[in-house]
């Protein structure tokens, strides 16, 4: 049984979604991201959602389909530049904190305190002792942040080294994508397995039961997103909160007001 689920999940996976179908799952996800902001509002929840990953794994294409159709005042996004020289002498978790959500906010963070246990432990920017500390406190901060109330999910996109290879190479002759291409991604591109061993020493370290990671593949990123989506919606208990029925009011009359004789510059209409 295990090994025919397994098959057809392969299957699936092999099977290109179209846009089409896409859009029309999403859309009835997006219906379910606007409940859960109702219920975050009215109940003053607070969610904080974690993605981490390798470069191009997706994660910026997973949160911006998160927050396509809510309100940016609720679910509101951090990616938290490099740290300035007064933030590096403070205790390292301590500029991310300030960012934790409140009553009724869902704060997502792209890229988070697990750069210690990823970039800045792979690239040198912190030291093996130094890591090892982070990741020895991290749980009892996670479990300080869930026990305070917040929601905590934490989400990494998995991404094969040749699928990574396309979309970094697509940042390169893509115009539209060469901002995305930092010296950081070129300096990690050739460091995959010291990456991929910081990511199993990060995992057996903080995959808690109290702050578990889940793990989405995200070579196909529509599904990935559709998935992860999915996923964050199981696992936060919303539901629809009442609304009251909405009708426009009529317009006033216009009585005696008249359309300004003022010459507007108003844009070329190309299309």
Do not use: G
């Given at each position: 049984m295990a090994k025919t689920q397994a098959k057809n999940d392969r299957s699936l996976e092999n099977k290109p979604l179209s846009y089409k179908e896409y859009r029309k799952e999403l859309f009835r996800l997006h219906v379910e991201l606007v409940k859960l902001q109702e219920w975050v509002v009215q109940t003053g929840s607070k969610v904080c959602i974690v993605f981490e990953g390798r470069d191009g794994a997706g994660k910026g294409g997973t949160i911006k389909a998160i927050t396509e159709r809510v309100s940016p005042r609720i679910f509101r996004v951090v990616a938290l530049p490099a740290p300035t020289e007064r933030e590096k002498s403070q205790m390292y978790l301590q500029r991310y904190l300030p960012h934790l959500p409140a009553a009724g906010e869902v704060v997502i963070f792209d890229r988070s305190w697990y750069n210690r246990a990823g970039v800045e432990r792979v690239l040198g920017f912190c030291s093996d002792e130094d890591a090892v500390k982070f990741l020895t406190a991290v749980q009892l901060v996670e479990q300080a942040i869930v026990e305070s109330g917040i929601i905590l999910l934490k989400y990494w996109l998995e991404v094969s080294q040749e699928e990574q290879t396309r979309r970094l190479e697509a940042r390169i002759h893509d115009g539209r994508k060469v901002w995305k291409l930092s010296d950081m991604d070129l300096k990690s591109y050739g460091r995959w397995y010291d990456y991929s061993r910081a990511r199993d020493a990060m995992f057996s370290a903080s995959d808690t039961q109290i702050a578990p990671w889940f793990v989405a593949n995200s070579n196909d990123?529509?599904?990935?997103?559709?998935?992860?989506?999915?996923?964050?919606?199981?696992?936060?208990?919303?539901?629809?909160?009442?609304?009251?029925?909405?009708?426009?009011?009529?317009?006033?009359?216009?009585?005696?007001?008249?359309?300004?004789?003022?010459?507007?510059?108003?844009?070329?209409?190309?299309?």
């Open positions: 990123k529509r599904r990935a997103r559709l998935n992860i989506i999915s996923n964050l919606l199981h696992k936060i208990p919303y539901e629809a909160m009442p609304r009251k029925s909405v009708t426009l009011p009529k317009r006033q009359k216009p009585d005696d007001y008249k359309e300004p004789d003022h010459p507007f510059n108003y844009i070329a209409e190309k299309f």
